[in-house]
């Protein structure tokens, strides 16, 4: 039962390394920062907030199309899903790794 | 199992009941082991033989007839899945930390290592030896308000008995057997030993005698005795 359980462990690792290149690869394709839209005298004029270094730059972007506004909200979503995912791949990793590593009882 | 995974399985479930492609699918795999719970509720059934992994496996038995045009990774990106390419020929599997989405078709003829395409579904599906023998007789199961096809449990045990024997690992060939023989032994309590016998019965002479020299390896003469063999 002890081989059983320890190469469902292992190709759970397996899994859970091939997880955690794909996510990191996904959150590389998601467009980065996020849209602020900013009303000045009555109209609606865009921003891309993002982090460049250690800065938060809010660069320009004018009038945006509903589309490309989704866009961005659709890509920030799904940012904070794979940012989580990612978190609880590498746990899992380190759980896996450290029981795979222990000690059988003699 | 965790919470959370019951909880995600039943909502992929239920978003693919709502887009009404549910139907077309066998849930199989260790998943099923889970849902028999309720086929047995009359007797005792423990899961503690079968070890559950991440992997949800469907079964697509008549892929051509899938009518509805469903793009299955879109409808599941907002949990968080990520669509992976799996070895040279580009096998695709829907990934999420707590479960591993994949379909199968059957594999018909000399067979190939190409995938199957599933246009209709945006993915594409293993092609596996055996597999009609599970959707030949299947079972339906009542989740939240709608119902997933299983199965029949006598024809999982009695296909993880023979594809026990074809596994390369041996740690998978064992899970294979402790999962089939679980299962046998439940339907023996539900006194349903004309099932497995009729099923048993209903296969190929070829299954037929690969399920007994592996019965006879694993000395499992009670379910060899069921089988009047």
Redesign the interface.
């Known amino acids: 039962m002890r081989g059983v359980i320890k190469s469902v462990l292992a190709e759970e690792l397996e899994n859970s390394i091939r997880m955690k290149k794909e996510y990191e690869k996904a959150l590389k394709k998601l467009p980065e920062g996020c849209i602020s839209v900013k009303k000045i005298k009555g109209h609606k004029y865009c921003y891309l907030v993002k982090r460049i270094g250690k800065k938060v730059k809010h660069i320009y972007k004018g009038k945006m199309s509903k589309k490309e506004i989704k866009e961005y909200e659709e890509a920030k979503m799904l940012r904070a899903k794979y940012r989580n995912s990612l978190a609880q791949v590498k746990k899992q990793i380190k759980f896996l790794r450290g029981t795979l590593r222990g000690k059988e009882a003699v | 199992m965790e919470k959370k995974q019951f909880k995600l399985c039943v909502e992929i479930l239920k978003r693919f009941h709502k887009a009404g492609i549910l139907k077309d699918f066998i849930l199989i795999g260790s998943w099923c082991i889970y849902f028999y719970k309720e086929y047995f509720s009359d007797v005792s059934y423990t899961m503690q033989t079968a ?1 559950m ?2 992997d949800i496996d469907f079964l697509i038995d008549q892929p051509e007839k899938i009518k509805k045009k469903v793009d299955v990774p879109e409808l599941l ?4 899945f ?1 669509t ?1 390419f799996k070895g040279s020929q580009g096998y695709i599997k829907l ?4 479960l ?1 989405l994949e379909f199968i078709v059957r594999e018909k003829g000399k067979g190939s290592n190409k995938p199957y395409p599933l246009s209709k579904l945006g993915m594409n599906a293993v092609p596996l030896r055996f597999l009609n023998f599970l959707s030949t007789q299947t079972i339906k199961v009542k989740v939240d308000n709608f119902y997933v096809n299983l199965p029949h449990p006598a024809n999982f045990a009695l296909h993880k008995i023979i594809i026990s024997k074809r596994r390369t ?4 060939a ?2 294979d057997r ?1 999962a089939a023989v679980g299962i046998l032994n439940a339907l023996i309590k539900k006194d349903e030993n004309d099932i497995i016998r009729s099923v048993f019965f209903s296969i190929p002479k070829k299954w037929q005698s690969r399920i007994i020299s592996n019965l006879e390896s694993f000395n499992e003469k009670n379910i060899l005795n069921i089988l009047n063999i």
């Open positions: 070890i992994t991440r990106k907002d949990l968080g990520v992976i990934d999420h930390p707590d591993i690992k041996e740690e998978k064992t899970k402790n």
